[in-house]
């Protein structure tokens, strides 16, 4: 009888134009940084040509190459590259573009990567534990949580620097900012869609039959309300599949638009992404692969939360449109709520672990770089309390729907 | 056997059924009563849709809601307002409800054509239920309600869009059914049950009020049923000192069917079902309303 419900969920034309809509959308938002596109290939060279890291071998390699460039335009003979950058107005007006361009890159993760040593040797994240706390007048209980964190945080950073995690070459952050572009523009982009489609396609499959005045006729068959079980199996099932080709399809074509070659094992906690003062770190050595794996993972989990939670609200209400509407003002107002906790105690973390929260910040997953969500098993308590919660109030709600007047 | 003991049924503050007692055995039971006098209420609560707020309902002698899906297998409901799927073919609805009755697809192909064929249907099987017509819809109802052929059958105004020929259809349908199950069919249509109902409920200020055979109904005006010719300027006063069950318009006045417990100088007439019905649902049934049935 699952095949039956799910043919239901498939059976919805909004369904279908909505994937088509989004699935446009996320294409012109991948194509919208086509611009970058050339000179971001440039990085995969290094990769081939230096090795995956900016290990002192490679830096003086690359330094080797680009004054050789440099070499190739001026008759003066300079040591270090930092030395001919001095003197560029020897070099740069007489260089052809292709060599400039490439000789532009090269500096800028030649230079990039000799900082990163001393970067986070320098890098204290006490300033940023301050700065969080200032930001968000965090005192007593919740500073406590957070001074704790940060010196869990300073543990990862140690070990980052031992693994060379750091030195990996990877996009240039502050130039490019792909981690943003990918995780939150469209991560975030997915991950709302996904949600969307998870509630519509949810609320639809339950309450067919009371939209559909079929109720009174099916529920008195032998089957009858047990068929709510066969509805949340399959609207999960359904939310997964809808949400894995929307992801699936989005990222495919992502990955085939962007070159990602020599990259992929690239650790996810390297300095080159870094966009801001703070370098993304995450809480364990991880490839970039992996990262995206986990994240999908986690995008996909959060669907099935969303999905339980509008099973749920679906068998109360009844009707496809309130439940949507239900759902929008649960997301609303858990919002609301969350920003009501004080920030003298830990509750101001407690209320972070939601949801709703969650998908707001889709960037700073499995990191600590969200001060807020700073806990290396922040996604997965999240995605297991909510998960387990609406399990119960999912199994609740159907026992009283076994016990409830249809009318 | 089907029994209702001492059910009442609340909707919050408002009582629709009060300490009903009732037990059904095998043969066409009509529920008899003006729209909105807890027919639906009741049927609702033998087929599980709604649970009563006191007493219980049993069949042999175990509670319906305890026996789940042992009673439902048993069970066919044609509902008053029967939903159904546009886009699917008669055959398909039918495969799909079969499928929550637990008929194998073998079984339940040769159930629908059979169905399909004592309904009428047989050569629309395979259009969509969207280009059928009301009477047609109730009759897909029909075959639904059937397809677990079951012991008991509760319709819910079965006869809603059926046209007079295929009421007299619907009425010989039953005939034949009622051999060796329960039938319970609900209506405000008189001639819908009688000649074929072993017993009429009637349901009157919330609680049963007559569960008699047709014969016994009727035995309730005997000798108290008059027919008058009278000039319309006395229509107004036999409105008050009689209950008038119908009038109408003859060539020399009008024509007055009415109750009285003494004998005068009127023709005494034999009295039917309907002029049961209209005795005693005489507060709230509208006269003008009656004579489309006439």
Known sequence: MIRHELSKAFRS???????????????????????????????????????????????????????????DYTDRRFSTLEEALQHEDSFIPSMQQDDFERLKQLVLYFETGRQADSFYKELNLQDARSGAIDQYGLSG?????????????????????????????????????????????????????????????????????????????????????TMMRDKWVASTVASGIISAFVFAFTLGIYFIFYDYSGLLSSSFSNFFMSEMKMPYISWWNVTFTEYLGLFVLAALALQIVFNWITYALALHLRNGHLTYIAFAVLFGAYLC???????????????????????????????????????????VVTLAAWGLGFILIGAFSYKHFTRQSLL | MLEVHHVTKNYQSFTALKEVDLQFDHGIYGLLAPNGAGKTTLMKMLV???????????????????????YRDILGYLPQ????????????????????????????????????????????????????????????????ALLNDPKVLILDEPTAGL??????????????????????????????????????????????????????????????????????????????????????????????????????????????????????????????????HD
């Open chain 1, 141 to 225: 209980g919740a500073e406590d949580v957070l001074i704790n964190q940060y010196e869990k945080a300073e543990e990862r950073k140690k070990e980052l620097v031992e693994n060379a995690e750091h030195l990996s070459f990877f996009f240039h952050g502050a130039t490019y900012e792909m981690h943003s572009f990918l995780f939150k523009e469209i991560g975030r982009a997915l991950l709302f869609e996904a949600m969307v489609l998870t509630v519509l396609l949810t609320a639809h499959v339950t309450t067919y039959e009371f939209e559909r005045r079929t109720s009174l006729t099916l529920f008195v068959t032998k089957k009858g309300r």
């Open chain 2, 48 to 70: 599980t849709l709604t649970f009563p707020s006191d007493g219980e309902i049993t069949y042999n002698h175990e509670n319906i809601v305890d026996l789940g899906e042992e």
């Open chain 2, 163 to 292: 046209d007079p020929k295929e009421r007299a259809r619907f009425k010989r349908l039953l005939s034949t059914l009622a051999r060796d199950r329960i039938i319970l069919l609900s209506t405000h249509i008189v001639s819908d049950i009688e000649s074929i109902a072993k017993e009429i409920i009637m349901i009157k200020d919330k609680r049963v009020l007559y569960k008699k055979n047709q014969e016994e109904l009727r035995s309730l005006l005997e000798g108290k049923l008059f027919e008058a010719i009278i000039p319309f300027e006395d229509v107004e006063a036999y409105h008050s000192k009689f209950s008038v069950l119908s009038e109408k318009q003859e060539k020399n006045g009008i024509k007055v069917r009415f109750v009285s417990e003494q004998k005068g100088a009127w023709n005494e007439v034999e009295p039917s079902l309907e002029d049961v019905f209209l005795y005693v649902y005489e507060e709230e049934t509208d006269l003008s309303e009656d004579r489309k």
């Open chain 1, 337 to 379: 709520f969350s920003s009501l906790l004080p920030a003298n105690t830990g509750l101001i973390f407690a209320g972070q672990f939601s949801p709703f929260i969650m998908i707001l910040n889709p960037h700073a997953w499995f990191t600590m770089n969200n001060p807020m969500t700073i806990f290396s098993y922040y996604e």
């Open chain 2, 81 to 144: 307002d029967f939903g159904y799927y546009k886009s699917y073919t008669a055959e398909k609805y039918l495969m799909y409800i079969a499928a929550l009755k637990g008929l194998d697809k073998t079984k339940a192909k040769l159930r629908i054509k059979e169905l399909l064929e004592l309904v009428g249907l047989q050569d629309v099987g395979r259009k969509k239920l969207k280009k059928f017509s009301g009477g047609m819809i109730q009759r897909v109802g029909v075959c639904q």
């Open chain 1, 13 to 71: 034309p909004v369904l279908y134009g909505l994937v088509l809509f989004f699935l446009t959308l996320n294409m012109a938002l991948i194509v919208s940084n086509d611009y970058k596109k050339e000179s971001l290939s440039f990085v995969s060279h290094v990769v081939e040509q230096y090795g995956p890291k900016a290990t002192d071998d490679s830096l003086l390699k690359m330094e080797e190459d680009g004054l050789e460039l440099i070499h």
